[in-house]
């Protein structure tokens, strides 16, 4: 017995004495290997230049569509970071590619009257579009929206604005004990030119001519009465378009971060955030005051509003930086205290719209479905039609025909008869960019 305790006290010392000579071989062993990898490289532009790159020119193929608008017999679609498609939709089976207007930077818009109002990078532009194929830029509002959360200075002569994939590969010859195993952390960007490093950081009248016009729910521009209000990822920005062709800055209101969009209903203002949607009453409308927030998950959250209920999208995705695919309902009755009434699991809910009794759902590359919402507790068991063989981004219902936009094209829907639905015609995406 004692040798046998004599033998195991031999072998433990022996194991102690061999293993600090094994660590320290171990870390002064290098590691060779070749690694690929792709990093966002960021893009410069100069002030100059961007202000002199307004111009319309020839109807253009669709390449990456985003935002819709509608307004009158005419429809506007934003071409990312390139500019607006001019459509002229007096026959939706029929729709007409007008001209397109060069706009660099470009990504959200509204309408008033004949002014359309566009970002372009950092600056608000207000043009004339009374002749769409002559439009006209009449003001710029210089330095007024952030690029990627940063504001640029007015004496900056260059800004950033954007960045562009690029694939690496390079040997790496290095301590074992610093290699990452080839997975260097970087920045990339999400489809509304978010930065995202897999976790966010904290209808109109005929012609051009007229009120104002229809957005989406993914909109971050709108209008109400005299004045435009835009969001960025943390601000809300009032502008006085009383005089449509002179857009003015008014107040500025931080909401935090990870903003979204807004929808207007009434005299509210309704805020989609990645955490919640908030409501801001907007009586005096050169100085809304919050009135409450609704809070969720962290999640992309689009949201539109009919009498006294919120409808509320959350869906999941790098960009949102969450794992919730659902549609809550909302009673608003008391906007300082929303209550969540219904949920309903969803598939990846994007963009929304309602008309009466009608729910139009984008579920991005699983389709458009359309609901009887004539009782808001069983909407699940009144889906009227699932196409499923689109990637829907966003919806405007216009009263009797949909626009639906996404990654293949745009769509319009004839819905008089929500049980029957017809398509009515399609104007698709190219791959080939501007």
Known sequence: ?????????????????????????????????????????????????????????????????GKIYAKGNYLFINEVNKGIHIIDNANPSAPRKISFIQIPGNIDMAVKENILYVDSYIDLLA????????????????????????????????????????TVTEAINADCANYNGGRPRFWTLDSSGRLNNGAQPTGGSTGAGGA????????????????????????????????AADPRKGLKVNLGWGVETIFPYNNKLFIGTTTGMHIYDNSNPVSPVHLSTYAHVRSCDPVVVEGDLAW????????????????????????????LLKTYPMQNPHGLGIDRSALFLCEG?????????????????????????????????????????????????????INQMKLLSIIPVLSKSI
Request: some cysteine.
């Open 1 to 65: 017995m004692k040798c046998k305790l004599l033998h195991a006290a031999q072998q433990v010392l022996a194991l102690f004495i061999f293993l600090p000579a094994l660590l320290l071989s171990s870390c002064s062993d290098e590691c060779e290997t070749t690694i690929t990898y792709t990093v966002q490289e960021p893009v410069y532009m100069l002030r100059t230049d961007l202000r002199q790159a307004v111009k319309v020119v020839a109807p253009q193929d669709m390449h990456e569509p």
């Open 127 to 166: 043009i004339d579009i009374s002749n769409p194929l002559d439009v006209k830029l009449l003001k710029r509002v210089e330095n007024i929206f952030p690029t990627y959360g940063m504001l640029v200075s007015d004496t900056a002569k260059i800004f950033l604005s954007g960045y562009q994939e690029k």
């Open 312 to 339: 509320v999208t959350l869906r999941s995705g790098n960009a949102c930086a969450g794992f919730t695919n659902q549609m809550d309902v909302i009673n608003i009755s008391d906007p300082k205290n929303p209550k």
């Open 365 to 417: 590359s699983y389709g458009l479905k359309v609901f009887d919402i004539t009782d808001h507790l069983k909407v699940d068991q009144n889906l009227k039609a699932h196409f499923k063989g689109h990637d829907a981004f966003d919806v405007i219902p216009l009263g009797t025909s949909l626009l639906m936009i996404g990654k293949d094209g745009l769509y319009q829907y004839d819905y008089s008869n």
């Open 212 to 243: 104002a016009g229809k957005g989406g729910s993914m909109a971050r521009f709108t209008i109400s009465g005299h004045h435009l209000y835009t969001v960025s990822l943390s601000d809300l920005q009032v502008f006085d378009i009383s005089t």
